[in-house]
């Protein structure tokens, strides 16, 4: 099963999907794609990053020698994805990074793809956090999705924003069973005017995130956020899984 996190900046895509990938892990071992150049995710699962594949890129470039003769770049760093992952017992990391240099971005999410292609099959449950927008699935990094996430602030601008984000998905072919519009950080019940506003967008579903002050205290110690399940956001956890996997 193939989940993807879309959204605005600082919606808690990352927050949700580190939850996400801990909730799932403990059925199948999971993989978790950082498909932002700007990385967090690692932070909020306390993984250590081994590398990614804007570093691997950097290093042939200033190294290219180390590719041998009749091997593109691109098919070294996919023979040597393994490398650069974050293994744990329950979850398997692969960090997009940041690559540098010109045209570096269509290369990188060229060879993300290629990843995609190659590692998804091999999981029960692949869970991907996009940067915010939709840069990867404009360029198809992602050609479809199980279900998708968008998830928005508890704002109409927010939920607006999202739908567009939907329609763009509409407009270059991603393919989905199914996507979820989470509206995240309510602040006790949610107003009729946002619900109704979240309902006119055609979404399968929409989720209200309650807002938890454990992750707004958790947040000011420290990166690693692990959420217990009997708290508002982690009951609310519980559910959405069972509405993603239907």
């Given at each position: 099963?193939?989940?993807?996190?879309?959204?605005?900046?600082?919606?808690?895509?990352?927050?949700?999907?580190?939850?996400?990938?801990?909730?799932?892990?403990?059925?199948?071992?999971?993989?978790?794609?950082?498909?932002?150049?700007?990385?967090?995710?690692?932070?909020?699962?306390?993984?250590?990053?081994?590398?990614?594949?804007?570093?691997?890129?950097?290093?042939?470039?200033?190294?290219p020698?180390?590719v041998?003769?009749?091997?593109?770049?691109?098919?070294?760093?996919?023979?040597?994805?393994?490398?650069?992952?974050?293994?744990?017992?329950?979850?398997?990391?692969?960090?997009?990074?940041?690559?540098?240099?010109?045209?570096?971005?269509?290369?990188?999410?060229?060879?993300?793809?290629?990843?995609?292609?190659?590692?998804?099959?091999?999981?029960?449950?692949?869970?991907?956090?996009?940067?915010?927008?939709?840069e990867?699935?404009?360029?198809?990094?992602?050609?479809?999705?199980?279900?998708?996430?968008?998830?928005?602030?508890?704002?109409?601008?927010?939920?607006?924003?999202?739908?567009?984000?939907?329609?763009?998905?509409?407009?270059?072919?991603?393919?989905?069973?199914?996507?979820?519009?989470?509206?995240?950080?309510?602040f006790?019940?949610?107003?009729?005017?946002?619900?109704?506003?979240?309902?006119?967008?055609?979404?399968?579903?929409?989720?209200?995130?309650?807002?938890?002050?454990?992750?707004?205290?958790?947040?000011?110690?420290?990166?690693?956020?692990?959420?217990?399940?009997?708290?508002?956001?982690?009951?609310?956890?519980?559910?959405?899984?069972?509405i993603?996997?239907?």
């Amino acid at each position: 099963m193939i989940i993807a996190l879309v959204g605005k900046g600082g919606v808690g895509k990352s927050t949700i999907s580190s939850q996400l990938i801990r909730a799932l892990s403990k059925r199948d071992v999971t993989l978790a794609v950082d498909a932002d150049p700007n990385s967090n995710l690692c932070d909020k699962l306390g993984m250590e990053v081994t590398g990614t594949i804007g570093g691997l890129r950097n290093e042939i470039v200033a190294h290219p020698d180390m590719v041998p003769a009749g091997v593109s770049k691109q098919d070294y760093i996919s023979t040597h994805i393994r490398q650069i992952m974050t293994e744990t017992k329950d979850i398997d990391l692969l960090v997009m990074g940041r690559p540098e240099g010109e045209g570096c971005y269509c290369f990188t999410n060229d060879v993300l793809k290629n990843c995609f292609n190659d590692l998804i099959p091999r999981y029960r449950y692949a869970v991907i956090d996009n940067e915010a927008g939709m840069e990867h699935l404009s360029r198809r990094v992602l050609p479809r999705a199980d279900v998708i996430l968008f998830v928005s602030d508890p704002t109409k601008v927010g939920v607006r924003t999202a739908a567009r984000l939907s329609e763009l998905a509409d407009e270059v072919h991603i393919e989905s069973d199914k996507r979820i519009l989470i509206i995240n950080n309510v602040f006790g019940d949610i107003s009729e005017q946002l619900m109704d506003e979240a309902r006119s967008h055609g979404f399968d579903d929409v989720f209200v995130m309650p807002h938890d002050d454990f992750i707004s205290r958790a947040a000011m110690e420290g990166d690693v956020i692990e959420v217990p399940s009997d708290t508002p956001f982690g009951k609310a956890m519980s559910e959405l899984i069972n509405i993603i996997e239907g």
